[in-house]
């Protein structure tokens, strides 16, 4: 809690910051204060606040019982209370409110919960000098963009506001006791180290020490006690794989009975409001609507260009030139042209689109329902190639396992792509001469079906001698574009990258050193052209900017799954490459797809 100026107070001593944050005395305007921090649930809330505002005043070197103050210009004479009276309320009360208990806890080294608080100060002193600075340069009469002084003074007020406020709800040394005494020991999980936890997200502790039984039975044993010390909502306990160094070496290798019990592990005590993934609000539902219509208008923009080739030869050649685009007038061909065909054909390619985008999200859903995963808004990713690059669909809870990470994760590749490829399949069939009347089928060079390897194969096997090398164009159902556009946009968003759902699915099969390791590659890939081809570099841009980082929001980061699973993931993942990857100039001339120009 940050409280008010107090006059002649010295500063609290090193040893007595257990329930303290630092004092920080300076002489302003004649005269000594200290800024105290200090946790206190009896005192009124609004009083608090109000006295943090006074300490504001304190700070300017301003009294707001003297007559003089309002007598000057209103920029040099401006109170502080007012200044900060724009601080975020929420702020302010969650850092009013705030005890900066971190100290207590019991460390290794000793020094790694004093680092907070030295930052802390070290911000706390800046702030106090820059209002030193101010307040005098306001008596002195100097002039100078007071406002824009006093607007950067109140935005670093409230950072430093926020900060502090993310201390809450932390363990002192008597919870520590508690807890070590209740939650482990020999039988359990020897500790050997307790250090805070300091990470850009949250704050908590970081438990580390050596399994003595089965790891899924450690951890809901001190799960468990965790919820009976503390309530069952204010701490969450996450367990990951403890790779960290010890004293500057690697951690010295599991041996005995310690090693059946797999890799060493360690467990984070953090509170449950920082555990939490974000959570839905006004904005990202605005967000979600907005992409959703892009989507929406992108594949609509894919039926329509899938079937330009529809159009009179005499219109293609009037667009092919740019300077066309500035006439007025009808383009050649058009006058006796009759679109209805044109229009039937573009249905179908909306809808199957619309449709694959849909399974993919409603297979997810599904097993997000049935693991108990509670999930955000669906940000569609709109694409004019392919309709759309996926879409992110982000957790807002957290996870139990890694089992449960892979299930959701898998639903959705598995239901896209199974919609996708029975659309692909059903067009492929409805494509056979005959079948449907001419005007229903959309022609498309045979040079398309060499951008995928195994997509191209299969066209093959099914058409036969329509798509045969020397062949320019064939007549296929515009079915077979949707389930094409659908399988591509299946096999870039399980590719093993970041949190893709492939990469969702790499890392809970083999953990997150293996997924940095199969992401390098798959970058690697898609920056040579060799996955995607004309997509590769647009998709690559989209994954670096919104999907490049591994999901972090799960409970048991350690426990793997089932043989089968992870079976499954290099199947999914050797599919989508297969996809992705182009077919090779003779290969397309050996197997007989579309033609091949030979230049030497």
Not at 95 to 116: E, L, Y
Request: aromatic share 6%.
């Amino acid at each position: 809690m940050l409280a008010s100026g107090l006059r002649g107070r010295s500063a609290v001593p090193q040893h007595a910051r257990c329930h303290r944050a630092p004092v920080v005395g300076r002489i302003i305007g004649g005269r000594r204060f200290s800024v105290l921090v200090k946790a206190s649930t009896e005192e009124n809330q609004e009083q608090r606040i109000k006295r943090t505002l006074e300490g504001l005043d304190a700070l300017l070197g301003i009294d707001p019982n003297d007559p003089k103050a309002g007598t000057g210009s209103s920029a040099s004479t401006k109170s502080a209370t007012a200044v900060a009276e724009s601080v975020s309320s929420d702020a302010a009360r969650a850092a009013s409110s705030t005890p900066a208990s971190t100290s207590g806890v019991s460390t290794s080294n000793g020094n790694g919960a004093s680092s907070s608080n030295g930052a802390s100060e070290d911000q706390f002193q800046k702030i106090v000098e820059k209002a030193r600075q101010l307040a005098d340069a306001q008596r002195s009469g100097k002039s100078g963009n007071v406002e824009a002084q006093q607007q950067q003074l109140r935005q670093e007020f409230e950072t430093l506001l926020t900060a502090m406020s993310k201390g809450n709800d932390m363990l002192d040394k008597e919870d520590m006791k508690r807890l070590k005494e209740a939650a482990f020991g020999p039988q359990t999980f020897w500790v050997t180290e307790t250090i805070p936890l300091q990470e850009f997200d949250k704050q908590g502790l970081l438990i580390r020490g050596n399994l003595r039984d089965q790891r899924e039975k450690v951890f809901k044993h001190v799960c468990d006690k965790v919820a009976e010390l503390f309530g069952a909502d204010k701490f969450e306990v996450i367990m990951i794989e403890d790779d960290q160094p010890v004293n500057g070496e690697p951690p010295a290798p599991l041996t005995g009975k310690a090693a059946t019990f797999g890799p060493r592990v360690a467990f984070q005590i953090v509170p449950t409001a920082q555990a939490q993934p974000p959570q839905t609000n006004g904005w990202r539902q605005g967000a979600a609507l907005v992409l959703f219509l892009l989507f929406a208008a992108s594949s609509l923009q894919l039926s329509l260009v899938a079937n330009i080739t529809k159009l009179p030869k005499e219109t293609l050649e009037f667009f092919a030139n740019a300077d066309n685009f500035n006439s007025d007038a009808l383009p050649p061909g058009l006058e006796n042209w009759d679109p209805t065909s044109y229009f039937i054909t573009v249905v179908p390619i909306f809808i199957s689109v619309l449709g694959i985008s849909f399974s993919h999200e409603i297979g997810h859903r599904i097993a997000a329902a049935v693991r108990g995963v509670k999930l955000g808004p669906t940000y569609f990713v709109p694409n004019l190639q392919l309709g759309s690059f996926g879409a992110i669909t982000p957790f807002t809870n957290l996870l139990s396992g890694r089992g449960a990470l892979w299930d959701v994760a898998a639903a959705g590749p598995l239901a896209g792509g199974l919609a996708a490829a029975a659309v692909l399949f059903l067009g492929l069939l409805q494509s056979s001469p005959g079948l449907l009347p001419k005007e229903l089928l959309v022609p498309v060079p045979t040079a398309l079906f060499q951008s995928s390897l195994l997509m191209g194969t299969m066209v093959k096997a099914v058409l036969g001698d329509q798509v045969t090398a020397g062949t320019d164009e064939v007549l296929i159902s515009p079915l077979v574009i949707a389930g094409w556009c659908g399988l591509v946009t299946t096999a870039l968003n399980t590719l093993p990258i970041g949190s893709l759902d492939g990469g969702r699915m790499m890392q809970a099969a083999y953990g997150r050193q293996t997924l940095a390791l199969s992401s390098f590659f798959s970058y690697v890939g898609l920056g040579l052209g060799l996955l995607g081809s004309s997509l590769s570099l647009p998709f690559g841009l989209y994954v670096i900017i919104c999907q490049r980082t591994a999901e972090k929001y799960i409970k048991d980061n350690v426990s793997p799954v089932s043989d089968a699973k992870r079976t499954a993931t290099l199947v999914a993942v050797l599919t989508a490459i297969l996809i992705l990857v182009p077919m090779a100039p003779e290969v397309a001339q050996s197997i007989g797809v579309g033609r091949v120009d030979n230049f030497f």
